[in-house]
């Protein structure tokens, strides 16, 4: 909403007031079907089209006249395609109102879909087919085709969407194909189809000739052995089980499925077991059966014993020793360090060895080369603490701005580790300053810091310590600079005429900052209403120049006599402001014939008003000029009459308030 215009004439007391504005709301938004256009609130009425509207999609502009609102939907010729779009309005009021906004907008999603099949699970049966569609849009027809091996099934489903998805089935169809469903708009050929596929395993039978070889237990501590069993006639694309049993019992874990396309799989069968039965089965239907018997295995080596070598600073690793004893002479052993083979040996006596780890947990196993895991020891788990690294800071000040203002710091700590603590301490003159110590994790991405509302021109030392070795420390050490000065503000009045009532008015200004516009202003009343009598702009170009550097003076001419004013200086950005109250007096008047009796005339009346921009006001000038007389002595005489009168109704002004 607009706000009020107060605008001040110098010297004369008149103020300007403009009108709130009517509201103008505009609405432009594009979907991928269509333009909407909603302008409300404009100037005009039903009858009056004195407000102008260039709709332009894809190139081809449509103009409308329309009074204080427009409602209309452009739908796109395609929806599959991108249209490009501009809405223009000129008003018939204020051009401030005007619009012009254009876009893209994007084509519609083409419809997806996904196709699933039952499975069928005996001789002779079929697979119903289900197809599921998103990404439709309600209330717009579809068409939907199945295909079977690339050629259309039946007739085409044409449905209408009651939402964004849906599904359709076709029952009972031939197992052993391949299905495809397409589906487009039914209404809108340009939009792309889309299709989907799914394969539908045959039924099973004619499974035949099942048989089994199994590699009988030759290390030591092997719990299993592999049987491998092979049938002929699998059905391509079922999945097909193997499951050892014994006494119509199944043998935990000793379970595999065969992978696609092959006729065998291995399944892990128990050592020292005899009777074992494997049943082939698909779709819980049994295909083939085998019987064989395992022998038992030798030991298996002890566990290893581990140990850790103590953390040293900055280290790149850390040192795992393994240890091994009762291990088979001859035997070619691997060292399996968290699932990797880390060494490979011949046995002869005891094993020791030391590795190089990074921090974490760590597991060891000795495993029977031959044997592979089934003749493995036991795992053994031990943890590598995260030693300590020195850590590194960069930060980067943040200067003050402006008078009275504040630095900050910020930037990064790098180099920590990760799962180590770290204490951050920023510290001025020895000692910590306020919320500055903070417990902070190790982090690969580094750490950020940041401190705000510091004392500009303080030297400031950010420390860095891990919190279990002081050794591991880093630290720096910034200055912030000075904040920059205020504009210094004084006044005083000159040339004072007696004819005109009025006097000059001399505005010093110092400290001020460069490359700055500035805006002198002054204004008289008091600090519930200020009337701006005058205003003038200055600029700084810069300190080389002297214009930021020296001061500068400001006159204003004309001024009213017998009256309080005050001088207030501001910069544009707001960064700077301050200000200064004088009284101008009238000609020939000093401070003892302004100076109600009692009051003490050396000190005169300074008024009570808080100083602009948080500035320091000025005591107030008297300004005493007497004009001396080269003319009559009638001329004389009136003059001092004049000022007599003058002076004895300030002092009833003065008693009265």
Same mark, same amino acid.
């Given at each position: 909403?607009?706000?009020?215009?107060?605008? $001040?004439?110098a010297?004369?007391?008149?103020?300007l007031?403009?009108?709130?504005?009517?509201?103008?709301?505009?609405?432009?938004?594009?979907?991928?079907?269509?333009?909407?256009v909603?302008?409300?609130?404009?100037?005009?009425?039903?009858?009056?089209d004195?407000?102008?509207? #260039?709709?332009t999609?894809?190139?081809?502009?449509?103009?409308?006249?329309?009074?204080?609102?427009?409602?209309?939907v452009?739908?796109?010729a395609?929806?599959?395609?991108?249209?490009?779009?501009?809405?223009?309005?000129t008003?018939?009021?204020?051009?401030?109102?005007n619009?012009?906004? @254009?876009?893209?907008?994007?084509?519609?999603?083409?419809?997806?879909?996904?196709?699933?099949?039952?499975?069928?699970?005996?001789?002779?049966? @079929?697979?119903?087919?289900?197809?599921?569609?998103a990404?439709?849009?309600?209330?717009?027809?579809?068409?939907?085709?199945?295909?079977?091996?690339?050629?259309?099934?039946?007739?085409?489903?044409?449905?209408?969407?009651?939402?964004?998805?849906?599904?359709?089935?076709?029952?009972?169809?031939?197992?052993?194909?391949?299905?495809?469903?397409?589906?487009?708009?039914?209404?809108?050929?340009?939009?792309?189809?889309?299709?989907?596929?799914?394969?539908?395993?045959?039924? +099973?039978?004619?499974?035949?000739?099942a048989?089994?070889?199994?590699?009988q237990?030759?290390?030591?501590?092997?719990?299993t #052995?592999?049987?491998?069993?092979?049938i002929?006639?699998?059905v391509?694309?079922?999945?097909?089980?193997?499951?050892?049993?014994?006494?119509?019992?199944?043998?935990?874990?000793?379970?595999?499925?065969?992978?696609?396309?092959? @006729?065998? /799989?291995? /399944?892990?069968?128990?050592?020292?077991?005899?009777?074992?039965?494997?049943?082939?089965?698909?779709?819980?239907?049994?295909?083939?059966?085998?019987?064989?018997?395992?022998?038992?295995?030798?030991?298996?080596?002890?566990? +290893?014993?581990?140990?850790?070598?103590?953390?040293?600073?900055?280290?790149?690793?850390?040192?795992?020793?393994?240890?091994?004893?009762?291990?088979?002479?001859?035997?070619?052993?691997?060292?399996?360090?968290?699932?990797?083979?880390?060494?490979?040996?011949? %046995?002869?006596?005891?094993?020791?060895?030391?590795?190089?780890?990074?921090?974490?947990?760590?597991t060891?196993?000795?495993?029977?080369? /031959?044997?592979?895991?089934?003749?493995?020891?036991?795992?053994?788990?031990?943890?590598?603490?995260?030693?300590?690294?020195?850590?590194?800071?960069? #930060?980067?000040?943040?200067e003050?701005?402006?008078?009275?203002?504040?630095?900050?710091? $910020?930037?990064?700590?790098? $180099?920590?580790?990760?799962?180590?603590?770290?204490?951050?301490?920023?510290s001025?003159?020895?000692?910590?300053?306020?919320?500055?110590?903070?417990?902070?994790?190790?982090?690969?991405?580094?750490?950020?810091?940041?401190?705000?509302?510091?004392?500009?021109g303080?030297?400031?030392?950010?420390?860095?310590?891990?919190?279990?070795?002081?050794? %591991?420390?880093?630290?720096?050490e910034?200055?912030?600079?000075?904040? +920059?000065?205020?504009?210094?503000?004084?006044?005083?009045a000159?040339?004072?005429?007696?004819?005109?009532?009025?006097?000059?008015?001399?505005?010093?200004?110092?400290?001020?900052?460069?490359?700055?516009?500035?805006?002198?202003?002054?204004?008289?009343?008091s600090?519930?209403?200020?009337?701006v009598?005058?205003?003038?702009?200055?600029?700084?170009?810069?300190?080389?120049?002297?214009?930021?550097?020296e001061?500068q003076? #400001?006159?204003?001419?004309?001024?009213?006599n017998?009256?309080?004013?005050? /001088?207030?200086?501001?910069?544009?950005?707001?960064?700077f402001?301050?200000?200064?109250?004088?009284?101008?007096?009238?000609?020939?008047?000093?401070?003892?014939?302004?100076?109600? +009796?009692?009051?003490?005339?050396s000190?005169?009346?300074?008024?009570?008003r808080?100083?602009?921009?948080?500035?320091?006001?000025?005591?107030?000038?008297?300004?005493?000029?007497?004009?001396?007389?080269?003319?009559?002595?009638?001329?004389?005489q009136? $003059?001092?009459?004049?000022?007599?009168?003058?002076?004895?109704?300030?002092?009833?002004?003065?008693?009265?308030?």
């Open positions: 909403m607009a706000g009020l215009v107060v605008v $001040g004439l010297a004369s007391g008149i103020a007031v403009g009108a709130s504005a009517e509201a103008h709301t505009p609405n432009v938004s594009a979907s991928c079907s269509a333009l909407t909603d302008l409300k609130s404009y100037a005009g009425s039903k009858t009056n004195n407000n102008k509207l #260039v709709v999609i894809d190139g081809v502009a449509q103009n409308t006249a329309f009074g204080n609102s427009f409602y209309k452009y739908s796109f395609s929806n599959s395609k991108a249209h490009t779009w501009r809405v223009q309005v008003v018939s009021d204020d051009q401030k109102w619009l012009d906004k @254009s876009g893209t907008a994007q084509p519609c999603a083409t419809p997806t879909v996904k196709v699933s099949a039952t499975e069928c699970t005996v001789t002779g049966g @079929s697979s119903d087919l289900t197809a599921s569609f990404g439709l849009t309600s209330g717009r027809s579809y068409t939907a085709q199945l295909q079977k091996n690339g050629d259309a099934s039946g007739a085409p489903q044409v449905f209408t969407a009651g939402a964004t998805t849906a599904t359709l089935t076709w029952a009972k169809q031939a197992a052993g194909a391949t299905y495809n469903v397409l589906v487009y708009e039914t209404d809108n050929n340009d939009v792309q189809a889309t299709s989907a596929d799914v394969t539908v395993i045959g039924c +099973p039978g004619g499974e035949s000739d048989r089994v070889s199994v590699e237990c030759v290390a030591p501590g092997q719990g #052995v592999p049987a491998t069993v092979t002929d006639g699998l391509p694309g079922r999945t097909y089980i193997a499951q050892a049993s014994v006494n119509g019992q199944n043998i935990a874990g000793a379970v595999a499925t065969f992978p696609a396309g092959s @006729s065998s /799989v291995t /399944v892990p069968v128990p050592v020292d077991t005899k009777d074992i039965t494997i049943t082939v089965s698909t779709g819980g239907v049994s295909v083939g059966t085998v019987k064989l018997d395992t022998e038992s295995c030798p030991i298996i080596p002890a566990a +290893p014993v581990v140990s850790i070598a103590p953390c040293t600073l900055d280290a790149p690793s850390g040192k795992l020793t393994v240890q091994s004893t009762g291990l088979v002479d001859g035997r070619v052993y691997e060292v399996r360090l968290d699932g990797g083979v880390a060494d490979t040996f011949t %046995a002869s006596g005891d094993y020791s060895t030391t590795f190089p780890v990074a921090a974490g947990t760590h060891v196993k000795i495993v029977d080369q /031959v044997a592979g895991d089934a003749a493995s020891s036991p795992q053994v788990s031990i943890d590598q603490p995260v030693c300590a690294v020195t850590p590194k800071i960069a #930060v980067t000040p943040t003050c701005v402006a008078p009275d203002g504040q630095g900050s710091l $910020g930037g990064t700590i790098t $180099g920590t580790a990760v799962g180590r603590s770290y204490t951050v301490t920023l001025s003159n020895g000692k910590p300053v306020t919320n500055g110590t903070s417990t902070v994790q190790g982090s690969v991405a580094g750490i950020p810091v940041g401190y705000d509302d510091l004392k500009a303080e030297t400031y030392t950010l420390t860095v310590v891990d919190s279990d070795d002081s050794d %591991a420390t880093a630290t720096t910034v200055t912030l600079a000075d904040c +920059p000065k205020n504009v210094d503000v004084s006044a005083i000159a040339g004072c005429s007696a004819t005109d009532k009025t006097s000059d008015l001399e505005v010093t200004l110092s400290d001020l900052a460069p490359e700055k516009e500035w805006t002198v202003t002054v204004a008289t009343g600090d519930d209403a200020w009337t009598v005058a205003e003038k702009q200055i600029s700084t170009v810069g300190a080389g120049d002297g214009s930021g550097s001061p003076v #400001v006159t204003f001419d004309g001024v009213k017998d009256a309080d004013y005050r /001088v207030i200086v501001k910069d544009a950005d707001g960064v402001e301050n200000s200064a109250d004088v009284t101008v007096k009238d000609c020939g008047v000093s401070d003892e014939e302004t100076t109600p +009796p009692g009051d003490n005339p000190t005169p009346p300074t008024p009570t808080p100083q602009a921009g948080g500035g320091t006001g000025l005591a107030a000038t008297g300004v005493d000029v007497l004009v001396p007389g080269l003319a009559a002595l009638l001329v004389l009136l $003059g001092i009459a004049l000022l007599a009168v003058g002076a004895i109704r300030r002092r009833k002004a003065r008693q009265q308030g």
